[in-house]
């Protein structure tokens, strides 16, 4: 069993930054990819962004040149780096990793950009 706990989320205004962070209870070394999800008021949930194993990133287009995602693997942690944010950005964000057999789903952070 695997808890993931995401953090970083809060208030900012739009073209501002915000880090989220996903702790891992137990180590991601095998993790077979890891990824950053969001879902907005009335809307279905959306791939933000992911990262294989390997390092390989994938990103959504519309956060594409202003989202940046990484993986520590000595700190069990993924995080995502959010530059320019706009308020089409707000959205409860959630942190998914998938091993070989299960995948797992933290309990989302609240990110909310607005003047």
């Known amino acids: 069993q695997v808890q993931l706990v995401e953090s970083g989320g809060g208030l900012v205004q739009p073209g501002g930054s915000l880090r989220l962070s996903c702790a891992a209870s137990?180590?991601?070394?095998?993790?077979?990819?890891m990824g950053w999800y969001r879902q907005a008021p009335g809307k279905e949930r959306e791939l933000v962004a992911s990262?294989?194993?390997?390092?390989?990133?994938s990103y959504a287009e519309s956060v594409k040149g202003r989202f940046t995602i990484s993986r520590d693997n000595a700190k069990n942690a993924l995080y995502l780096q959010m530059n320019s944010l706009e308020p089409e950005d707000t959205a409860v964000y959630y942190c998914?990793?998938?091993?070989?057999?299960?995948?797992?789903w933290g309990q989302g952070t609240q990110v909310t950009v607005s003047s």
């Open positions: 137990r180590s991601i070394f095998n993790f077979a990819a």
């Open positions: 998914k990793a998938n091993t070989l057999v299960k995948v797992y």
């Open positions: 990262i294989t194993s390997g390092g390989t990133t």
